[in-house]
């Protein structure tokens, strides 16, 4: 995170077109990647030379989502997706999460937020000890098999949800 974002932004690209033509990186084009994912994902920086450390963290998560997904992948294993995020921010990256996976991407989600599993998730597995559990939305509630102890969501019977 120390690089200028300008080199965050292209760690995974730089040898490809049209970050670089023949080993030779394209400071123009380079440039023009790095305000469109800015604006992309309403990155908040002063210049795009700026170390990617000054941003605040949520920035850093944003500057980050925007690039792996900037790279087109077929699959993301997103953990902890909002974690540390404001409101916006984490409705930012649901929205894109939600996308990709409209756009036949496989998203595998893990998270300790509920909320977000039940938001995001079109199925959700419960382990417990060596038994699983399946639970496809739309056949059963997964919501079930969770219950509400001093206003918080807790599994019952010590299962774990990923």
């Given amino acids: 995170m120390n690089l200028p974002l300008t080199?965050?932004?292209?760690?995974?690209?730089?040898?490809?077109?049209?970050?670089?033509?023949?080993?030779?990186l394209d400071q123009k084009a380079?440039?023009?990647?790095?305000?469109?994912?800015?604006?992309?994902?309403?990155?908040?920086?002063?210049?795009?030379?700026q170390s990617a450390?000054?941003?605040?963290?949520g920035n850093q998560q944003k500057l980050v989502f925007s690039r792996e997904l900037s790279r087109e992948p077929t699959f993301i294993l997103a953990m902890q997706p909002s974690r540390g995020l404001d409101v916006?921010?984490?409705?930012?990256?649901?929205?894109?999460?939600?996308?990709?996976?409209?756009?036949?991407?496989?998203?595998?989600?893990?998270s300790t937020e509920l909320d977000e599993?039940?938001?995001?998730?079109d199925r959700i597995s419960i382990l417990r000890g060596t038994d699983n559990g399946d639970r496809a939305s739309g056949k059963s509630d997964p919501r079930a098999d969770w219950v509400v102890d001093d206003g918080e969501k807790q599994c019952r019977n010590g299962m774990i949800l990923f």
């Fill in 7 to 24: 080199d965050n932004f292209i760690i995974e690209v730089s040898e490809k077109q049209p970050i670089s033509h023949r080993g030779i």
């Fill in 117 to 121: 599993i039940f938001e995001l998730s």
């Fill in 88 to 110: 916006g921010a984490t409705e930012f990256v649901h929205e894109k999460l939600i996308e990709q996976r409209l756009n036949d991407c496989a998203v595998l989600l893990i």
């Fill in 53 to 57: 450390s000054t941003l605040s963290g």
């Fill in 30 to 49: 380079i440039r023009n990647f790095s305000k469109k994912l800015v604006a992309d994902y309403d990155i908040r920086c002063e210049t795009l030379s």
